[in-house]
């Protein structure tokens, strides 16, 4: 038989918690310890009896009975709950990789770690498992792992963001020709577009805000007039195409905007493109599906090329209670102040939540060890009564449990962008202009949800223990632990901002 874990870190604590908890068991039975619930039964019902009926007659028969339930049932507990029974085996972890590489986690498999030749014995020891506590493991396994299968698979938008917005312009030259495209093309274009006011649609109005315009390139008198005003070595001078203009030693000539642009392996889009990773292009156009590929690559080049990034919005996509409804002059300089705050705050909050959220499965691990461990004192002092027993059994449930919860505020942090700002969720999402920043350029706006989305690692579970406080189980102590042992930690990670601004200073 098989106890299934989340992770390596638990792999190794759930062996060292049911070692412990062997040996405190044997530790209770071998100096008779374990026994003493069985005179404090006696002792106790005896004393309800004598306190509850009048007539001695029955004293004697009504304590007898109950102390006769309750040894029954302690005894109960004591062979499926306190005997370690069932051997531990934990030789196997089974992943499932295809669902992992569809929700974008890579796992190594156990083959490809220390843990191929892993053994479920420390120092020649071996441990066992109690009936009880082993159905309760793969119980909570497996309703927890059901529930994360439940939640949706979606493309981790926060990374491509970043990695967008990461891409440089490395190639000085390049950026130059890019000044000069916008200088004798976009600009006497977007001039002559201004003083003949024709009639564009809403599209088209987007389309020609930036340089490689689909407008301008494919309507006459723009693009395909204009030309570069200085010579291209790229483009071999053509007498046709060039004459009345100078002609220089090197043979270059003097492209239209339309040949600069679009040209080939010379052209500008496919140099501009160029600067931009592969991979991220391509995974760019697995997510937008609602696009072409050449789509796609034209919306990562302007983004890379645009001088001011585009505002999809202004952080309308969820509502709010700041401000007044049409803001006055203090309610402008009070969220101008706010959001400079959020700026600053952020330079230490995320790296500190960063940290969090590494530790909190750490710290989770380390709580069902302790949890294990502290079964048989706890039965103990409970004098092995079902009530000592189910509450265990439930703390055990919470713990596991909040697996789920982590990998749905993860998921909900890396695929918010997608609802808010993709097309993943449908065509009724706020905005559907495709925009690879997804937001970055509204940082601002959105960097208040930035900072709720990471406090929903600690939020979440919390909320799932007081939910289970309401039918009477209190299990809130339990969890205390993941804010108490990751405080440390993001505390430290929130110093090394601090640092780099110092060093750089």
């Not at 299934?4 to 049911?18: A, S």
């Not at 969820?318 to 803001?327: A, L, N, T």
């Not at 925009?435 to 990471?454: C, E, R, S, T």
Request: a negative charge; glycine letters at 10%.
């Amino acid at each position: 038989m098989t106890l299934y874990t989340t992770d390596y870190l638990e792999y190794y604590l759930t062996l060292v918690g049911w070692l412990v908890n062997n040996g405190i068991w044997n530790i209770l039975v071998a100096s008779g310890v374990f026994a003493l619930p069985f005179v404090a039964i006696v002792v106790q019902e005896w004393l309800r009896a004598r306190a509850e009926v009048a007539d001695e007659g029955n004293k004697g028969v009504l304590s007898s009975m109950r102390i006769e339930n309750r040894v029954w049932v302690a005894i109960v507990v004591i062979l499926f709950a306190g005997i370690p029974f069932i051997p531990v085996d934990l030789s196997t972890i089974k992943f499932d990789t295809s669902r992992s590489a569809q929700c974008q986690v890579s796992v190594p498999q156990p083959a490809n770690t220390g843990w191929s030749n892993a053994t479920t014995t420390l120092n020649n020891q071996s441990a066992l498992v109690p009936v009880w506590w082993f159905f309760m493991h793969a119980i909570s396994k497996a309703v927890t792992g059901g529930a994360v299968a439940a939640i949706p698979c979606g493309t981790d938008l926060r990374q491509m963001r970043m990695d967008v917005d990461a891409t440089r312009i490395d190639d000085q030259v390049l950026a130059q020709e890019v000044g000069d495209f916008v200088h004798d093309c976009y600009g006497p274009s977007r001039a002559k577009l201004f003083m003949s006011r024709p009639t564009l649609s809403g599209e088209q109005m987007n389309d020609v805000t930036w340089i490689g315009s689909s407008y301008f390139l494919n309507t006459a008198g723009f693009y395909d007039t204009y030309h570069s005003s200085t010579p291209r070595m790229a483009w071999p001078y053509d007498t046709n195409r060039d004459a009345g203009l100078a002609q220089v030693d090197s043979g270059g000539g003097y492209p239209t905007c339309r040949q600069w642009w679009s040209d080939g392996g010379n052209g500008l889009r496919t140099r501009l493109l160029a600067q931009v990773d592969a991979d991220l292009l391509t995974r760019l156009g697995s997510w937008a599906g609602f696009l072409s590929q050449d789509e796609v690559n034209d919306s990562v080049i302007r983004t890379v090329v645009s001088p001011r990034q585009q505002k999809m919005n202004q952080g309308a996509v969820y509502s709010d209670y700041g401000g007044q409804i049409e803001k006055t002059l203090p309610n402008i300089v009070t969220r101008g102040g706010a959001d400079l705050g959020l700026a600053a705050g952020a330079l230490g909050y995320f790296p500190a939540m960063d940290v969090v959220r590494q530790a909190l499965p750490m710290v989770l691990s380390l709580l069902k060890m302790a949890l294990v461990i502290c079964i048989p004192l706890v039965l103990l002092f409970g004098t092995y009564e079902l009530k000592a027993l189910v509450a265990v059994s439930c703390v055990e449930f919470a713990l596991f449990f909040v697996d789920f919860w982590f990998q749905l505020a993860r998921w909900l942090d890396s695929t918010i962008l997608d609802a808010l700002y993709g097309w993943g969720f449908g065509a009724n999402t706020p905005h559907s202009n495709f925009d690879p920043l997804i937001g970055l350029n509204n940082a601002f706006g959105d960097m208040l949800l930035n900072f709720v989305m990471a406090t929903m690692f600690i939020v979440l579970p919390g909320f799932w223990v007081t939910a289970l406080g309401w039918v009477g189980i209190r299990a809130g102590n339990a969890l205390q632990g993941l804010s108490e042992g990751s405080k440390p930690a993001g505390q430290a990670g929130s110093k090394g901002t601090g640092t780099v601004i110092r060093g750089a200073r």
